[in-house]
């Protein structure tokens, strides 16, 4: 017995049916958009979801750029910054 084609639903695993409300313009064009696909609209609907669940999140993207930040910072030392006195030092004519 060979495994299903990618992307297909083995019913032997657990599925849910939802039922989505559409306008009636939205629900002809996916239906248009699956025919020239070759593939149903509960397909393109589960496709979409699939893709939509491997998304990175807003935290793990925000968490992975701080990694990358912190993993290019080589040296740190505060006693590397100005004195408070030479960062405020201004030349100010008055």
């Given at each position: 017995?060979?495994?299903?084609?990618s992307?297909?639903?083995?019913?032997?695993?657990?599925v849910?049916?939802?039922?989505?409300?559409?306008?009636?313009?939205?629900?002809?064009?996916?239906r248009?958009?699956?025919?020239?696909?070759?593939t149903?609209l509960?397909?393109?609907?589960?496709?979409?979801?699939?893709?939509?669940?491997?998304?990175?999140?807003d935290?793990?993207?925000?968490?992975?750029?701080?990694?990358?930040?912190?993993?290019?910072?080589?040296r740190?030392?505060?006693?590397?910054?100005?004195?408070?006195?030479a960062?405020?030092?201004?030349?100010?004519?008055r």
């Open positions: 017995m060979s495994a299903p084609p992307g297909s639903v083995c019913y032997s695993d657990s849910r049916n939802i039922t989505v409300s559409l306008p009636e313009e939205v629900y002809r064009t996916a248009i958009k699956a025919a020239e696909r070759d149903s509960s397909s393109l609907v589960r496709d979409f979801l699939l893709k939509l669940g491997q998304e990175e999140s935290f793990e993207r925000r968490k992975r750029l701080q990694a990358e930040v912190l993993a290019s910072v080589r740190f030392r505060a006693g590397d910054r100005l004195k408070r006195e960062v405020h030092e201004r030349d100010a004519v």
